[in-house]
């Protein structure tokens, strides 16, 4: 069986799978890393999505074995180790940008991806184009879009908290 | 999905080595169409040949008037290369709007152009601008390349290396997405070119990706929105679904046509 | 020492307790739990509409690597394993029962839809599952379909099941025909309208999933699985299809990823995994991919329907008629029945004093997934159908479309008022919410608005004035119309020796955020920081019992079900207080947290009284148990009505069609609001659900009963750039009958948001002369109406 040795959240990881084992399987399967979740199976929903080397990508449309010498950062990796959120964590809760909660981790790093590549800022509508690979069935957008704005404020350092969103 | 066997050479010779071994292989690039066919268990590969360990299928440069792009270039490095949105602007806020940003971040423009999805966005660039695609035997130009739904001029364990695109005096893109998958229902490239004034459309032919050729002649007598702006084209030639008659995608065609010209200004 | 407590009670938009494990990847959704030994189960569905079973060939699957257990509907059937129960029974016209046709858990002799489960492999992992699937050899008969309603009520169409003669399940009707006739015999016009209410799916966006597992030693079955009423699924499954006592099975439905009523029913999938676990002695875990929920979720809406409005000179209406035929699918679901008559036709009545109403129902069987509830259930039906019809019958009567609806509103001075389609609702005030939508939503700037639109974009507006029936409901009314359970809700308090409260509830959270507007409530009466509170909910093995979560009726019911125990436990506390403080019962006073002895200083927190509870050192053993729980069933005397106005505007690229929803308001009534930001979130998803309905979702089967939008490819959901900021306010009457004032506002956004958005789209098109447009108002079905086409367009 092939091997796959690749970092997750900080920790290297060797692991042994099919080569049809996708990232999410490996994540949530041998890992137990379930944060990440599967919401389709035609790579639309965006529920899978983690970052490798930076960069969002769907985990459940890629192989395991394509992640060899990876860096893998999944939503369990975003706080610091003292529980302090990432201020994009920050925002959804601030904003009451989740319901459910089962598209959220996808959507939070889909969201910071979209910050970190719009250093110059975001617009409303570039905020809602950015999300096009993640469905939210519960919120409407509404508050995610105000979540991510709020979190690109504080990431680029334009405020360093998050206004209450709602008084 | 089933199981296969997987390479990851480092170099183009030997991923046609591999390729040529077993007609059952298959290469995999961003992987963006090929893993999801394997998902739904669409296809049965015995092995997958990964070329994303072969450098010499990276890079994007520009050649004199022409941009080269490395097969294995990912959409969103077409979208923010400075020599791309210097050269051929409409091309970069092209790849800009493929898919989402996650497919983007793993998307190739060689594995699309080898895909040759009818609803994909690279193969009516590559014809209106003239392209040409490099394999690891020849040199095809994108006419003679893309031959109909999912079917190019490719022979079995041949490999696209690389794109090369004549840059343009002017260029633009404008399409319409299907609403539940939001690929192309009707997309129309429009360039202005050493080849002349080609203009090709995706997502509404019944044969895929096609030139557009009443509205080249009549651009190339009057760049304008409104030099389109009548040209109907035959519905018996488009594409019908759930989403949109061919009657509708016809019409597009021609909407998007008239939106790409004032696009390329 | 000056300490700030943040207020906590009802009225503050408290952030979510429940918000950092769902931020941290902390969540426990079903898929995400693993039991020791587990296997996997893949169900093998049938991939015709219609088809008898000639065999079925497991031999060479059997062999395959890792299978451990194959079964089908022969082995089920050997073991006297029930068909999956509806949980509602309809009497047609006549007095006679509906037909109820056997739902058998896995296929027995004939398939009914594309997806209908026909075998199930159990193997080591999901993989070796589904390749030994593929490997079962099925011989089919393939049968004609009846895939659409027209199709299954056709002269000498297919026969879905024995007992149901014409494919008709029932034909029910309401209201007084008689009264009806008279009085569009006096109309002085008559607007007729027929509509289509398309057929959306729900997509929650975690997968239905479920795990079964057996204890040898015990005997005990348990169940996790994606349901938004554990212990609803305890009573069907035991009792009905896998005769198990409730004491021998715990249901767990741990963390849910949305629901919105798709996760309500009994499914197939909870009792085979269940079933096959006490088989194979080992937990099986089933996880639904896309494809196969598309396939085998229920399914919402799909009614056809013709209605006729009578109205006088002078714009007031006379009585409406409606006659409607509503899609069950291949099977009676566990509430399908209900959807399409009490939870519909006994909303017709909406925000007007409309005199006389008389509606008949047929329900039909046809070859597709069945039809159930799906957010708001038969109401976002009437709703559509009333509020479409409003702005057809003004542009025929040349009306003002505000000032008709206004016109026939239920006055506010008018309240309980006694609906001829047997509702009677406690309170409302429409002009409120209708007058603060208008102002909201700059109604009289629309005309200016539409003339600056961007160059050659047709602006329309639209309103809906709307009302729903929910926090269902009362057992007694329920119970006459055909259910078959109570529909009270349980709530326990536990309050521990040191001050601390645990809430056991039987409503289901699945993204509502209970755990924080629970706490609230413990927050508000009893004083307890909301930190202090945990709500426990979604397992039938710590929760006593409860109908769970539907119907908008989790605080309506469920929160005041808690109230009653907190008045328990506040009475009871104060006993032990005035044992304590040496006063009598009657002179204690209890404020957020504080017993005091009125008109003294003497006073003793909670927990103060909680510690005497469970440490009865200084207690009055001889009148009260130690210890300070109280669980209290609360079963409400009316359903509850909230409703309200929305308004859409809209804008048409005339050259690709395609409708961009570009302002959205709405202004509700749900009663008195306990966290702000959970019910504008509440309504603002409510709303974007509506809005898919309106503009882009549509489950459209073939001829041969195939799904052709049975993928996220060909469905379309909505993105954050299909959907508009939606501004949300609210206008409170406060719910007469229940201790909170509650009304619910879980529905309440994808109910009056679809016609708002349909009315703005046909008046953006008035210069087009379009009556009507059936939803979803695609780009390609607009621009067919605006060049004429007119094919897809219903006129």
Not at chain 1, 142 to 155: G, L, P, R, S, T
Not at chain 3, 145 to 163: K, N, R, S, W
Not at chain 3, 324 to 340: E, K
Not at chain 3, 470 to 495: D, K, N, W
Request: hydrophobic fraction near 40%; charge should be negative; include cysteine.
């Amino acid at each position: 069986m092939p091997q796959v040795t690749l970092t997750v959240n900080g920790t290297k990881h060797t692991v042994e799978v099919e080569a049809r084992t996708l990232l999410v399987e490996l994540l949530r399967e041998k890992l137990r890393l379930t944060g990440t979740h599967v919401g389709c199976d035609t790579s639309q929903c965006g529920a899978c999505v983690v970052h490798m080397g930076g960069d969002s990508i769907k985990s459940c449309t890629i192989l395991a074995v394509q992640c060899e010498g990876a860096e893998v950062t999944t939503i369990e990796g975003l706080a610091k180790p003292d529980g302090t959120l990432h201020p994009m964590q920050e925002a959804f809760r601030e904003y009451h940008a989740l319901q459910c909660g089962f598209c959220t981790p996808g959507m939070v790093m889909s969201a910071i991806d979209l910050v970190n590549k719009h250093p110059q800022g975001l617009t409303e509508q570039e905020i809602r184009e950015g999300l096009e690979g993640n469905i939210c069935r519960c919120t409407g957008y509404h508050n995610i879009v105000k979540a991510i704005a709020a979190a690109a404020d504080v990431m680029h350092g334009k405020r360093s908290e998050l206004a209450r969103a709602a008084e | 999905m089933y199981d296969f066997t997987y390479h990851k050479p480092s170099s183009v010779a030997d991923a046609v080595k591999l390729l040529a071994a077993d007609p059952d292989a298959r290469p995999i690039s961003g992987g963006m169409t090929l893993l999801p066919a394997l998902k739904l268990r669409l296809n049965k590969p015995s092995a997958v040949v990964d070329l994303s360990g072969i450098a010499e299928l990276r890079g994007i440069r520009r050649e004199g008037s022409t941009i080269v792009i490395g097969a294995m270039t990912k959409h969103y490095e077409v979208a923010t290369s400075p020599e791309i949105k210097s050269a051929i602007p409409a091309l970069a806020a092209m790849a800009a709007t493929i898919g989402d940003t996650q497919v983007r971040n793993r998307g190739t423009m060689g594995g699309s152009v080898a895909n040759n999805d009818p609803s994909a966005d690279y193969p009516a660039a590559l014809l209106a601008l003239g392209g040409t695609i490099q394999t690891d035997k020849r040199k095809i130009s994108a006419d003679d390349f893309f031959q109909g739904v999912f079917a190019t001029a490719l022979e079995m364990g041949e490999l696209v290396t690389a794109i090369h695109i004549p840059v343009p005096e002017k260029a633009g893109y404008a399409k319409m997405r299907n609403p539940a998958s939001r690929y192309s229902m009707a997309g129309v490239f429009v360039a202005k070119g050493p080849h002349g004034v080609r203009v090709a459309a995706n997502g509404a032919g019944a044969n895929g990706s096609f030139r557009v050729k009443e509205m080249e002649a009549a651009l190339a007598a009057n760049w304008s929105p409104e030099a389109v702006a009548g040209i109907k084209l035959d519905p018996f030639l488009m594409n019908g679904d759930i989403h949109g008659s061919a009657e509708y995608r016809a019409h597009l065609v021609t909407v998007m046509a008239k939106r790409a010209v004032a696009e390329a200004g | 020492m000056n300490v700030v407590v943040p207020f906590e009670g009802i009225g503050a938009s408290v952030r979510r307790k429940e918000d950092l494990r769902f931020l941290s990847g902390r969540g426990q959704y079903t898929d995400d739990i693993n039991r020791p030994g587990q296997t996997h189960a893949v169900i093998l569905r049938s991939p015709h509409a219609h088809a008898e079973i000639k065999g079925i060939d497991i031999a060479a699957a059997k062999a395959m690597p890792g299978v451990l257990a194959i079964f089908t509907g022969a082995d089920m059937a050997a073991e006297n394993i029930g068909g999956l129960p509806c949980g509602w029974q309809i009497h047609s016209k006549d007095g006679s029962p509906m037909a109820e046709p056997p739902h058998p858990v896995l296929a027995v002799g004939k398939v009914r839809h594309v997806g209908d489960p026909v075998a199930v492999v159990i193997a080591e992992t999901k993989q070796q599952a589904r390749d030994a699937a593929e490997a079962i050899a099925v011989e089919y008969a393939v049968l004609p379909a009846a895939a659409t309603m027209e199709q299954a009520l056709a002269p000498g169409a297919p026969q879905i099941h024995e007992g149901a003669p014409g494919n008709l399940c029932y034909d029910w009707h309401i209201g007084d025909r008689a009264a009806q006739e008279a009085a569009f015999a006096r109309a002085h016009k008559v607007i007729t309208f027929e509509t289509t209410n398309n057929r959306l799916v729900p997509n929650a966006m975690e997968p239905r999933s479920a795990i079964g597992e057996y204890d040898s030693t015990s005997g005990d079955y348990t169940l996790f699985t994606t349901s938004q009423n554990p212990h609803v699924i305890r009573l069907l499954m035991g009792a009905f299809v896998l005769h198990i006592p409730e004491a021998r099975l715990r249901v767990v439905a741990p963390d849910v990823g949305g629901g919105f009523g798709s996760k309500i029913y009994h499914y197939a999938e909870e009792a085979i995994v269940t079933w096959a676990a006490g088989k194979v002695k080992r937990p099986i875990k089933w996880t639904a991919d896309r494809t196969e929920s598309f396939m085998s979720d229920a399914h919402g809406r799909d009614h056809i329907t013709k209605a006729e409005l009578a109205v006088d000179a002078q714009g007031k209406i006379l009585g409406l008629k409606v006659h409607t035929h509503a899609n069950m699918g291949a099977y009676l679901s566990t509430f399908a029945p209900c959807v399409p008559t009490y939870l519909y036709a006994t909303l017709l009545a909406g925000v007007y004093t409309t005199p006389v109403i008389y509606a008949e129902v047929k329900a039909v069987f046809t070859n597709t997934v069945p039809v159930d509830a799906y957010r708001g259930a038969g109401r976002p039906e009437a709703t559509y159908l009333l509020e479409r019809l409003m702005d057809v019958a003004a542009k025929e009567l040349g009306l003002d479309r505000v000032e008709f609806r206004r016109k026939n509103f239920i006055p506010p001075d008018a309240f309980p008022y006694q609906t001829p389609v047997a509702l009677q609702y406690d309170s409302g005030n429409y002009h409120a919410t209708l007058d603060a939508c208008l102002e909201a939503a700059d109604w009289k700037g629309f005309e200016a608005r539409r003339a600056a639109a961007a160059k050659g974009k047709l602006r329309g507006i639209g309103i809906s004035t709307y009302l729903e029936a929910c926090g269902i409901a009362p057992s007694a009314v329920v119970g006459s119309l055909g259910a078959r359970a109570g529909l009270y809700e349980v709530g326990t308090i536990r309050v521990h020796p040191t001050g601390s409260v645990t809430v056991l509830t039987g409503a289901h959270s699945h993204g509502q955020g209970h755990e924080t507007t629970f706490a609230q409530l413990v927050a508000d009466r009893l004083g307890v920081p909301v930190a202090q509170v945990d709500v426990v909910h979604g397992d039938t093995a710590k929760v006593p019992f409860g109908m769970g979560t539907y119907g908008s009726r989790s605080l309506a019911v469920g929160g005041s079900a808690m109230v009653k125990a907190m008045d328990k436990i506040i009475a009871k506390g104060k006993r032990i207080a005035a044992h304590l403080m040496e006063a009598s019962v009657e002179d204690v006073e209890f404020d957020r947290g504080i017993f005091r002895v009125a008109g003294t200083d003497k006073s003793k927190t909670l927990a103060d009284i909680s510690l005497a509870a469970y440490v009865p050192h200084n207690y009055p053993i001889e009148e009260l148990e130690p210890g300070l729980e109280e669980t209290a069933f609360y079963d409400p005397k009316n359903f509850t009505y909230p409703g309200g106005c929305h308004v859409a505007e809209v804008e048409i690229d005339p050259e690709t069609g395609k409708v961009e929803v570009v302002n959205f308001t709405a202004v509700d009534d749900v009663g008195r609001v306990i966290n702000p930001m959970i019910v504008e979130g509440q309504v603002q998803g409510g709303v974007a659900q509506g809005i898919g309905q309106a503009l882009l979702e549509n489950a459209i089967y073939d001829q041969q009963g195939q799904l052709l939008s049975g993928s996220l490819m060909d469905y379309s959901m909505p993105r954050a750039d299909d959907l508009p900021p939606v501004g949300v306010a609210t206008h409170t009457t406060l719910c007469t009958h229940n201790p909170l004032g509650v009304k619910g506002c879980g529905e309440v956004g994808a109910i009056g948001s679809p016609p708002a958005v349909m009315n703005a789209v046909v008046d953006a098109l008035r210069d087009y002369g379009v009556r009507h447009i059936e939803m979803p108002a695609t780009p390609a079905k607009i621009w067919n109406i605006i060049h004429g086409g007119r094919r897809m367009a219903a006129e």
